[in-house]
């Protein structure tokens, strides 16, 4: 079965400070993919990242990271010198390898940021 | 522009009715989805579908019944809706099946059941 764990429901930062994201999953398939979806307070859901099981390099794009370490099964976002409009909930999934690419979700991190 | 829309964006009803909500995409994708969204912001996959073709059914009530007349829509009917469909129901899309493939979202319908 796959599963996604966000253990942080909400973390609050000041606007500057960084703030990383966990996500740590579970999967029996050897290959899979992981992504992060952004939900703003307006509520649509925005594509981030995809990162494939065999690709543990850290990706940077902006003030974006993503951490992947396969020995922990984790997935961690960090955010770098966070602004307001970075406030959103933000989720992480599990794509699996079957006829579909069915997406198995986390129960989202809530980051609000203030000035 | 829009890659994936949703009519309507608030659908507010009475328990009992029926009702249905619209997905179209415009970005070439062959594989579309449902998803709902509960009330703690859970989100959980309902219905895939590639090239007009059912490819997943998770355990939804059969109330709940898609329809993709061709790969650009997929909508979604509910018959005798009940308090607990209140819920935002997204729809998406990728390319194809291949694992791997982002799916992209419509900005969800917000369904409130009265």
């Known amino acids: 079965a796959q599963k996604v764990t966000q253990a942080q429901t909400e973390i609050s930062v000041v606007e500057k400070e960084d703030v990383t994201l966990d996500c740590v999953y579970e999967?029996?398939?050897?290959?899979?993919?992981l992504f992060w979806y952004k939900q703003p307070p307006s509520g649509e859901l925005v594509f981030l990242i995809r990162?494939?099981?065999?690709?543990?390099q850290n990706e940077i794009s902006g003030r974006y990271s993503w951490n992947f370490q396969k020995s922990t099964s984790s997935f961690n976002f960090t955010i770098t010198a966070s602004q307001v409009v970075d406030s959103a909930v933000y989720f992480c999934?599990?794509?699996?390898?079957?006829?579909?690419?069915?997406?198995?979700f986390g129960t989202g991190t809530r980051l609000q940021v203030t000035l | 522009d829009t890659a994936v829309s949703q009519t309507p964006k608030y659908l507010v009803t009475q328990m009992g009715n029926d009702k249905s909500i619209k997905c179209e995409q415009n970005?070439?994708?062959?594989?579309m989805y449902w998803y709902k969204q509960d009330s703690k912001k859970f989100l959980k996959i309902m219905f895939s579908y590639n090239n007009k073709e059912l490819i997943i059914n998770e355990t939804v009530p059969n109330r709940f019944s898609p329809k993709s007349p061709d790969k650009a829509h997929l909508n979604l009917h509910i018959n005798s809706l009940e308090l607990g469909d209140s819920a935002v129901y997204f729809c998406?899309?990728?390319?194809?099946?291949?694992?791997?493939?982002?799916?992209?979202f419509g900005d969800g319908t917000r369904l409130s059941i009265l």
């Open positions: 999967t029996r398939d050897t290959t899979y993919y």
């Open positions: 990162r494939n099981s065999f690709d543990e």
């Open positions: 998406a899309s990728s390319q194809g099946t291949q694992p791997g493939q982002p799916q992209h």
């Open positions: 970005l070439g994708h062959d594989t």
């Open positions: 999934a599990l794509g699996n390898t079957g006829t579909a690419s069915k997406l198995t």
